[in-house]
């Protein structure tokens, strides 16, 4: 199968394209992808990988790395948008629009009904002892996240000093997230462009080593241009115009009906912020989320952003649906005229489409630009830049997550430069310290699964509980 593969049609919401794959094909592919989107983007990408590359070969290896490095630049959640970045590939805005939606529809639906639970029996004793245990294990998940990062960014010293020097600058100084990526970013592009060949690493969730490549001419889609990839100023301006629109009118709206102070307008501009910094996913920014939501906005306490986190880990979908549970509660305490139950659902929703709609932005807008690039190095040098200093991002993550996991007290340093939370030693919690080791143990000696691990903890939280252990 090899040669030009191009539309048979201009309609941007085509039926059956001349690769052979029908609409309702890909909707049912993609439905697939959807319900096994566990594990986090690492595993999303490769439940992606082994079925659109290597079962359907609708796409060749290559452009599928080209798609990830590209959404691995991107603020957002990586695998979510290049489930959006395929879509597109194979069936114009249709399929993009299909892939990207039905990858976070799952998410959607289990955050809420979970955020409904924890809201309404949240401080019932079992179900806080379920998530002491699963507070537990997400530092597992978590730590994890930062060595399988970190073994595939951090091939050679540069990359590691990249990630040492973004981890120093946001646990010890908070140097905000979006500078450290941006530079980062930087150092990458001139090195890449330059040549060097410390920033030709592999960057992200590549595929397995050892399985056999699919090349691009002899995937459905060929290893040429489809026409409707071809960048234009018209289609772009388009594109600008109605995600825009989709993502910027609503959060006028709140704005300017409800005051810059309502809960729903809060919800709207912080979250919109989020979806243009959150380089690197879910982990990457998440300590930032937290300590906003907790610190400037109040609306959760630092061991209900681990309660969030474990929801997500464990339902389909991009772990970033943790800022719907924490856009529910927000807007759950702070009600105004509505029920609890009814903000909080409107809040979880609002957040969930401040964060995504820029998503499909992204990939409309700069996919058919990116198609154009392939084998650019400069842009490579920025995406091996800026993963490493993800590792260092992560890292502050799982700190600052044991933390306020295992202790139950801190104090804040704030003198010569210094802006961090340090451990009150003495107010050590045992029980979730001896349920931390436990479940690294598992997790990396024993090579136990996350869904596995997860399960444990949880019910060893609850049988502490039964126990009289917790109270």
């Known amino acids: ?44 990408i490769a439940v992606m990988h082994r079925i659109i590359v290597e079962e359907k070969r609708w796409i060749g290896e290559n452009r599928f790395l080209h798609a990830l490095n590209y959404c691995m630049l991107l603020p957002g959640p990586e695998a979510q948008q290049l489930a959006t970045y395929i879509g597109w590939l194979m069936h114009r805005t249709a399929g993009g629009v299909m892939a990207g939606v039905l990858f976070v529809i799952p998410g959607v639906i289990s955050i809420m009904a979970l955020s409904i639970i924890y809201a309404l029996f949240g401080k019932v004793g079992v179900v806080s002892a379920l998530f002491f245990g699963l507070k537990a294990a997400v530092l597992a998940v978590v730590l994890q996240a930062v060595v399988r990062v970190g073994s595939k960014a ?39 462009r330059s040549g060097v060949p410390t920033f030709q690493v592999g960057g992200g969730h590549g595929p397995a080593k050892g399985k056999k490549e699919v090349a691009d001419a002899d995937a459905l889609l060929g290893e040429d241009l489809p026409k409707h990839a071809r960048p234009t100023v018209a289609r772009a301006l388009r594109v600008s115009a109605i995600c825009l629109a989709l ?28 979806a243009v910094v959150t380089f690197g996913g879910a982990y990457a920014v998440l300590a930032y989320v937290a300590q906003q939501a907790v610190e400037n906005y109040g609306w959760l306490a630092p061991g209900e952003m681990l ?6 880990e464990t339902t389909p979908g991009p772990l970033i649906m943790v800022l719907q549970f924490v856009g529910f509660m927000g807007a759950f305490r702070d009600p105004g005229s509505l029920s609890p139950l009814m903000a909080g659902t409107l809040g979880g929703l609002l ?30 040098g920025a995406l091996s830049a800026i993963t490493a ?51 690294v143990v598992a997790m990396f000696r024993f090579k136990v699964g996350m869904i596995p691990t997860l399960a444990a903890c949880s019910a060893a939280g609850i049988v502490l509980y039964l126990a009289g252990v917790l109270r």
């Open 307 to 312: 309660d969030g986190l474990g929801m997500a």
């Open 154 to 192: 951090l091939k050679n010293r540069v990359m590691v000093a990249i990630a040492a020097v973004a981890f120093v600058a946001i646990f010890f100084f908070s140097v905000p997230f979006p500078v450290i990526v941006l530079t980062a970013g930087l150092i990458g592009f001139v090195g890449g």
């Open 247 to 274: 993502w910027l009118i609503p959060v006028a709206l709140l704005l300017v009906t409800l005051g810059s102070g309502n809960v729903f307008s809060q919800i709207a501009t912080f979250f919109s912020t989020m």
């Open 1 to 44: 199968m090899t040669g030009t593969r191009t539309v048979t049609a201009d309609a941007e919401w085509p039926t059956t394209l001349s690769h052979g794959v029908s609409f309702t094909e890909a909707f049912w592919v993609w439905v697939r992808v959807a319900a096994l989107s566990f594990g986090g983007p690492a595993g999303q």
């Open 351 to 380: 957040a969930t489409w401040v964060t995504f709609v820029p998503c499909f932005l992204f990939i409309f807008l700069g996919a058919p630009f990116i198609e154009a690039l392939r084998g650019n190095k400069a842009l490579h």
């Open 389 to 439: 200093a993800v590792v260092g991002v992560v890292l502050n993550l799982a700190i600052w997550f044991a933390v306020h996991t295992i202790f139950r007290e801190t104090w804040p340093v704030r003198s010569f430069g210094f802006a961090f939370d340090a451990p009150v030693l003495a107010s050590v919690d045992v029980w979730a310290l001896l349920l931390s080791i436990a479940a």
